[in-house]
Each structure stands twice: as structure tokens, then as C-alpha cells.
């Protein structure tokens, strides 16, 4: 029997597990960041889906178009840390499948998280109909996938199910969840990584 991923991440949290998670990632994700900042250079709104002990929260609250930002993840014990971190912050503990905002916000970000669920187009098609505003973008970072031999092993070595798709098979997922000017490109490509894949589209019509 399949570990649910959120327990895996109540477990790191507790073990402190989360802070090497967030050092790993930080490279990549500053790259996305910046398309972000790139993207808006007006006041803009942002949810971090899977947000974690919420450092991407707190990093992005420093760019000063950040109007408002909210980190949703279904962890109990990672709202937790992130609340000790920031106890002023928005954070909400919720099943990315089930949970809304009050108000769509113009950006929504994830990092590692849409493999790990059975069926990702249900999870983007519900971020697209109730998270994201007319004209917004959805970008995801992924570790996961068809062409990083290193986590062909992840699933087994976890014990958890993850959806190993390639760089087309989530442009497709995107597309057809209501998304345009989907495309894809690496993060943090070094000599001895092929980097995160990293999806993104808009959401004009």
C-alpha cells in the first residue's frame, strides 16, 4: 500500500526535513520568481499551492508588486512551521482538490507537487476555474518527470504514487484545463542535472 504524500511531509516536518527541501529547491524556484517579476510589473496577487514551511511565501513578499500572498498545503504540521515563521502570514492547511480562496488571485505557483497526485488534470482544472483570475498565470516547477532519470526511483523509494509524465504530456494537461500560452523550459540546469521542468500558461479566455 501507497504512503499518502502528505503524511511523507508531516513526517519531514517534524524532522526538520523541510529546510533541505526548501535550500534544494531555492534555485530553481528564484529562476521562476523572476519570470514572475518579469511578468508583472504591477501590483499582482500569488498562492503558492503546496507551500510548504511557506519560505516561497516570505521570499516573494519581498518584491514590493506583491499585493498578497497565501500558501495552502495539506500538511497540518508544515502550516505549522510556516505560522511559527511568519505568524502573520496567510496560511491555510487544505486538500489542493477540495480548497478555495476567498478572492482569484493573477499568479499561482507550485513546486514539486501536481506529480504526486493520480490524476493532475483534475487538481489544475480546479486551480484554473476557482484560484486564478481572467489574464492570471500558473506556473509549476517539476522534478519528476520523463527525462530525469534520477527520479524514475522516487515512487519506490518513498513508497508513494507520483504520475511520471514528459514535458508535452503536462503542456497537454495545461491546454486542456483552459490554459493558453503554455510552454516549458529547465531550471537550474547544471552539467550534472537536466533541472526542473518547469510548466506554465495564462488564463485569456
Not at 521562476?32 to 504591477?42: A, E, G, P, W
Not at 497540518?76 to 510556516?82: L, N
Not at 502570514?89 to 514539486?112: A, I, R, T
Not at 497526485?117 to 509549476?140: C, E, R, S, T
Amino acid at each position: 500500500m501507497k504512503y499518502d504524500p502528505v503524511n511523507i511531509f508531516s513526517e519531514w516536518a517534524e524532522k526538520g526535513k523541510d529546510e533541505g527541501m526548501a535550500k534544494a529547491h531555492e534555485p530553481a524556484v528564484l529562476e521562476i520568481l523572476q519570470i514572475i517579476y518579469d511578468t508583472y510589473n504591477s501590483p499582482f496577487s500569488f498562492i503558492d499551492a503546496g507551500c510548504g514551511n511557506g519560505w516561497v511565501i516570505r521570499k516573494i513578499l519581498s518584491d514590493s508588486n506583491c499585493k498578497k500572498a497565501i500558501g495552502v498545503d495539506g500538511s497540518k504540521k508544515m502550516i505549522e512551521k510556516a505560522l511559527l515563521k511568519d505568524p502573520n502570514g496567510n496560511y491555510y492547511c487544505g486538500d489542493l482538490l477540495e480548497w478555495k480562496p476567498n478572492q482569484k488571485v493573477d499568479v499561482v505557483h507550485s513546486m514539486e507537487v501536481f506529480y504526486y497526485f493520480k490524476n493532475p488534470i483534475k487538481l489544475i482544472k480546479h486551480i484554473v476555474g476557482d484560484w486564478v483570475n481572467q489574464g492570471g498565470l500558473l506556473i509549476a516547477g517539476i522534478d519528476h518527470y520523463i527525462g530525469n532519470e534520477e527520479s524514475y526511483s522516487w515512487p519506490d523509494d518513498l513508497n508513494v504514487h507520483m504520475t511520471l509524465l514528459s514535458s508535452s504530456e503536462w503542456i497537454d494537461i495545461f491546454h486542456k484545463s483552459g490554459l493558453d500560452n503554455c510552454k516549458s523550459w529547465k531550471a537550474n540546469q547544471t552539467k550534472d542535472s537536466p533541472g526542473t521542468l518547469v510548466i506554465s500558461g495564462q488564463l485569456l479566455s
